[in-house]
């Protein structure tokens, strides 16, 4: 069954989900919200692709061994990732329940729906819940496009079907690379998800002329621009983390970027 779910509020959004009798969702530890008595609540280290409660019992001891494995590899990949260790899932008994999540950042929400054909792939911490249907998975990108790529060295991958609800910072757009000629150039911290089938890579802002160091010190860009290429859908937002840390550090009168607000940045985060 479809998960029920309204998306509310403006410039903090949360989701609010109504859960029907056996039906489960799972959150990333810190965005849970609220909940009506009767949704129990869960912590654990192992995605649902890590076995419900008792899915270990039926191999016997060597069953439970690999259970335990696979949830020890999938908490360190997202320790590795920077993500958190724990996720905290939610079912409701003898009737209809609610549960509520929200983000970390003022923005917005989003709730994408997965019908097994295609995967997802969104920046860090962007998850905030999902069906139990629904794999979080951890996804490296490789290659020159992690080592230059920032934001885009690892991201998270959801695959299965259901629904699964994402945030971001500031405004989102949606786009498609293909009503521009197939190829979008994108600061990279400004990418919230795209679907598989999406060529994600990154390339140098101009050459090491005259332009290309003007672009890289006093552009705000840096060296790099994120580039999405194919036909699928891409949700970028308006605002950046980075760029709100240096708008709350300068608010608080500890600007350290400098007038230039490019390479020469000090900003450490």
């Not at 600061?187 to 890289?216: H, S």
């Not at 860009?221 to 760029?243: F, Y």
Request: aromatic residues 8%.
């Amino acid at each position: 069954m479809a998960l029920q779910h309204q998306i509310v509020g403006t410039a903090m959004q949360m989701a609010v989900c109504t859960l029907q009798p056996g039906q489960t969702v799972y959150c990333e530890a810190g965005k849970f919200l609220f909940k009506t008595s009767n949704v129990t609540m869960e912590t654990r280290l192992s995605g649902p692709a890590g076995g419900q409660p008792g899915g270990g019992a039926a191999g016997g001891m060597g069953g439970m061994l690999r259970q335990a494995m696979g949830t020890a590899m999938q908490a360190g990949q997202r320790a590795l990732a920077g993500e958190s260790l724990a996720f905290q899932y939610f079912s409701a008994t003898g009737g209809e329940g609610t549960v509520g999540f929200a983000g970390v950042l003022p923005g917005e929400m989003r709730a994408l729906e997965l019908d097994g054909t295609r995967a997802w792939y969104a920046e860090k911490d962007a998850f905030v819940a999902a069906e139990s249907t629904v794999h979080f998975g951890i996804a490296f990108q490789g290659g020159r496009a992690g080592r230059s790529g920032g934001e885009g060295f690892v991201l998270e991958k959801f695959t299965g079907q259901g629904t699964v609800i994402i945030a971001g910072a500031g405004n989102f757009i949606d786009l498609n690379p293909a009503d521009f000629g197939g190829r979008i150039e994108v600061d990279t911290g400004c990418i919230v998800a795209f679907e598989e089938g999406i060529e994600y890579g990154v390339q140098r802002i101009g050459g090491l002329d005259r332009q290309g160091l003007m672009n890289a010190v006093f552009g705000g860009e840096g060296l790099s621009l994120a580039t999405l290429e194919g036909n699928g859908r891409v949700i970028l937002q308006s605002m950046t983390i980075e760029g709100l840390a240096n708008a709350l550090k300068k608010a608080q009168g500890a600007d350290k970027q400098g007038p230039t607000g490019g390479l020469f940045s000090t900003h450490s985060g």
